[in-house]
């Protein structure tokens, strides 16, 4: 019931938007990297890319898009089920179940469309497979595959990988059929590798995915202090575990060994931590947790705690999803089908951009570096692009600018024009086709000393009209004409 209504309530996240752009675009047709920017490895876009085509465009897309993380969160709490009955006993693996899908951070993040239920769903399923008997050849294949899908969704797999062949090395002595495991792991990422260089991106592929990541990771200011403390602390760890070592139950051993030394690399090495990065060890933690409890009381009141805190970070379950779905509604209204849409992450999803890179936090932060350079405007004026998303904070700040001595507020986006002066002078930055528009409707008047009888051809430069004395605006036609006016924002849902 609670996942019902939250998940067409709880806010969209920025990244669900950037990862819904980037499925997009395969429908459109295009290739990830080569044919538009994203730092994220691409399975999980491929996968979903075929469902975003069956429901089409529509401003409700996302609220579509959520439900089938609907089977990635079943996949995880079934996984969780199975681990902790297989550890403990029934009465574990069920509470474990019901602790970790009340859980705030895991309930939250799991209900939205991103890459990190996927690789997530991935790495419990593989280690149901690990811990469901004797390594056979046959099992360690299944399991290698899938962590190579778990690795073919998301970089941070890779840091899983690393606290699963370090625990394994300290808990089983007998090697068996690993290299079954590798042969597995191998299929996926080979595959998505042979089909970027086969198409060309694969110089686009390594930028992204490791290059501008890893530029984000140079010029972290106090990431040194991490690395630098890795080694001591993993030593550490090493070396409780190894004291610890002749236990009577391998199985657990081993899992608490993989999630410390997973924990440890997270907390030191990863350049950006955030809650869903825990996912992975979230479903052990549920396991061990309703294992260190013995009352019906006990389970009760932490459940109990769960619900606040969900009610707490869910906004109380007001409906936030208004604000997306109202700004992709004006998107496609103010621009049609291959119209370029100026937005900072993807958030018009079923437009493409006339900029490469997108705004988050470590693209901006390599721009203040002079890493990359902010090509918007260049970008918007070559591609002749009219309409931008509105104005806010996560625009780099010489964009930002241009944006706003060029662009007219509209709603939740915005159209090529300006406000006339005093003395009816304005200039155009975007050449197109604009339109003169005041309170009442379109403006009368003289524009560049000729008659003004309606929409007009405009190339850059200075312009001035004559006309009555009152506020005007110079606007990009098709927007008026598609109903929208600096007179009338479209605030509202249609």
Not at 193 to 207: M, N, P, Q, R, T
Not at 271 to 296: K, Q
Request: with cysteine.
């Amino acid at each position: 019931m609670l996942r019902a209504v939250l998940l067409f309530r709880y806010r969209f996240d920025s990244d669900e938007q950037q990862h819904l752009h980037v499925a997009w675009g395969w429908v459109a047709g295009g290739v990830q990297y080569r044919d538009f920017f994203d730092n994220h490895h691409p399975l999980f876009h491929l996968l979903t890319a075929p469902l975003l085509a069956l429901v089409g465009e529509r401003s409700t897309v996302l609220l579509w898009m959520r439900l089938p993380m609907l089977v990635l969160f079943g996949a995880v709490v079934w996984g969780t089920y199975i681990l902790g009955r297989r550890l403990y006993d029934e009465r574990v693996g069920l509470w474990a179940a019901v602790l970790l899908s009340l859980f705030p951070p895991f309930f939250l993040k799991s209900l939205e469309y991103r890459n990190d239920n996927l690789w997530n769903a991935l790495w419990v399923l593989a280690l149901v497979v690990l811990a469901s008997g004797p390594p056979s050849r046959k099992r360690m294949f299944l399991a290698g595959l899938l962590l190579g899908g778990a690795f073919g969704a998301s970089i941070k797999a890779a840091m899983m990988l690393i606290a699963l062949a370090g625990a394994a090395v300290l808990t089983f002595r007998r090697r068996s059929a690993i290299h079954f495991a590798l042969l597995g792991f191998a299929i996926v990422p080979a595959l998505l590798v042979l089909f970027f260089a086969s198409v060309g991106a694969w110089d686009e592929l390594v930028y992204c995915t490791w290059t501008f990541n890893t530029n984000f990771a140079r010029i972290r200011k106090y990431l040194w202090i991490g690395r630098a403390v890795f080694p001591f602390a993993l030593a550490g760890l090493l070396y409780v575990a190894w004291r610890f070592r002749e236990t009577q139950d391998r199985l657990r051993y081993f899992f608490v060994v993989m999630m410390g030394i997973y924990v440890v690399t997270l907390c030191c090495l990863w350049i950006l931590i955030s809650p869903r990065d825990f996912l992975p060890v979230m479903p052990l933690a549920a396991i061990f947790t309703a294992a260190s409890i013995r009352s019906v009381r006990s389970y009760a009141l932490l459940v109990v705690v769960f619900l606040g805190s969900l009610w707490y970070y869910g906004d109380r379950f007001e409906n936030k999803t208004d604000w997306h779905t109202t700004m992709l509604d004006q998107a496609l209204r103010l621009s049609r089908p291959g119209e370029m849409v100026m937005d900072i992450k993807g958030e018009t999803i079923f437009r493409p951009r006339p900029s490469y890179h997108v705004f988050e936090i470590v693209t901006r932060a390599q721009m203040a570096k002079g890493l990359i350079r902010d090509t918007v405007a260049e970008d918007v004026i070559r591609t002749r692009t009219h309409v931008a998303q509105a104005d806010g904070p996560m625009w780099p700040p010489r964009a930002r600018a241009f944006l706003s001595a060029n662009f007219l507020d509209m709603g939740r986006l915005r159209a090529s024009g300006q406000w006339l002066r005093g003395d009816g002078t304005f200039t155009i930055a975007v050449p197109g086709e604009y339109m003169l528009v005041n309170e009442r409707g379109e403006a009368r008047g003289t524009l560049d000393g000729t008659p003004y009888t309606g929409p007009r051809e405009l190339a850059a430069g200075a312009h001035r009209f004559v006309g009555r004395r009152e506020q005007t605006a110079v606007v990009w036609a098709p927007a008026v004409r598609r109903g929208h006016s600096p007179f009338q924002l479209r605030d509202r849902e249609f």
